[in-house]
């Protein structure tokens, strides 16, 4: 169970107003300087290295990174009891995952936090199997003191630098050369598997035209999967005719 003892701030040389991105640039900076590789595998180095990511997995999570904020603003009293009402037995929270974990499965370190509980923050492993549903819940039994509670995580799809998610489909777009438009004929995109796929181009097709390929988006509650559906993109020559030529 993870407790929030460091000053996760102070580690990454950053104030309290620094920005996702400036957390994310510190720590790739930090971690390579102090990567216990580059260090002869020293004590330091590698305690340096385990304050690096617990303050990255504190900072980088909005939920955590609020509830470390108001600790930190909180009158401090000495000898002061925890405080245990309100502690809530079942707690849900959304896990985004990469949209290929969907179909490839995958393991994840969950951070669960309840603002009642003195310990801070708990982790759990999440594990997905290939093939899980966008929207998928899971239930986990939580840890001590909180027998007979559960962690209700629900999966969702993180966006994607290349695909937008429609329901189970995923939306590409494909540029293509105004003459292959004209023509018709085949151009190939590079899957969510990263697997090459055909996409049959239509004679004469206009721009913003949506090609669907059955079968290569995410996957259904009752087997196989959504669509893949590739929306057409091309510039149209515009020619000038000027007077006297």
């Known amino acids: 169970?993870?407790?929030?003892?460091?000053?996760?701030?102070?580690?990454?040389?950053?104030?309290?107003?620094?920005?996702?991105?400036?957390?994310?640039a510190a720590y790739r900076l930090l971690a390579k300087r102090h990567h216990p590789d580059l260090n002869s595998n020293s004590v330091a180095a590698v305690r340096?290295?385990?304050?690096?990511?617990?303050?990255?997995?504190?900072?980088?999570?909005?939920?955590?990174?609020?509830?470390?904020?108001?600790?930190?603003?909180?009158p401090k009293h000495s000898g002061a009891r925890p405080r245990t009402a309100n502690i809530q037995r079942n707690i849900a929270k959304d896990v985004p995952l990469r949209l290929e974990d969907f179909l490839r499965g995958a393991k994840r370190e969950v951070h669960v936090l309840d603002p009642a509980n003195p310990g801070g923050a708990e982790i759990y492993e999440l594990v997905i199997p290939p093939g899980t549903v966008p929207g998928t819940r899971f239930s986990l039994p939580r840890s001590e003191p909180f027998g007979g509670g559960f962690v209700r995580l629900?999966?969702?799809?993180?966006?994607?630098?290349?695909?937008?998610?429609?329901?189970?489909?995923?939306?590409?777009d494909l540029r293509i050369k105004p003459e292959l438009a004209a023509r018709?004929?085949?151009?190939?995109?590079?899957?969510?598997?990263?697997?090459?796929?055909?996409?049959?181009?239509?004679?004469?097709?206009?721009?913003?035209?949506?090609?669907?390929?059955a079968g290569e988006g995410l996957p259904g509650p009752r087997g196989g999967r959504g669509d893949l559906l590739v929306r057409i993109n091309y510039r149209i020559e515009v020619r000038i005719r000027r007077p006297g030529k």
């Open 1 to 24: 169970m993870q407790t929030f003892e460091k000053d996760h701030y102070a580690a990454l040389g950053l104030d309290r107003r620094c920005t996702l991105a400036q957390i994310r």
């Open 184 to 213: 018709g004929g085949v151009a190939m995109i590079c899957g969510l598997t990263g697997a090459k796929i055909r996409v049959q181009i239509p004679r004469g097709v206009a721009p913003g035209e949506i090609v669907c390929i």
């Open 48 to 74: 340096r290295t385990q304050e690096l990511n617990s303050a990255r997995s504190v900072l980088s999570d909005a939920e955590l990174r609020a509830a470390y904020d108001r600790e930190l603003d909180a």
């Open 154 to 172: 629900r999966v969702k799809p993180q966006p994607h630098f290349r695909f937008k998610v429609r329901g189970l489909d995923l939306r590409i």
